[in-house]
């Protein structure tokens, strides 16, 4: 049963993708490359913070354990 339920899904999925594929027309593919560039801008974004925060919490600990 829930091999049918994600047929069902994945087929949901296509018939949506086909129906904007026909909407947008010869725009299609800067719609997808804006989505693709802002998800990746955002992400980007959000591993650039983690990165941060994890370098500012080394050097804390860094500093407080030579003190």
């Known amino acids: ?3 049918f339920w994600n047929f069902l899904g ?3 999925i296509m018939i949506l993708s086909l129906f904007l594929a026909v909407i947008t027309g010869d725009y299609g593919p800067w719609y997808f490359a804006w989505l ?5 801008i955002v992400l980007i974004a959000a591993a650039g913070a983690v990165m941060f925060e994890k370098q500012e919490e ?3 600990d860094k500093k407080g354990s030579t003190h």
């Open 1 to 3: 049963m829930k091999a």
């Open 10 to 12: 994945l087929l949901a």
């Open 36 to 40: 693709v560039g802002t998800t990746m």
């Open 58 to 60: 080394e050097q804390q």
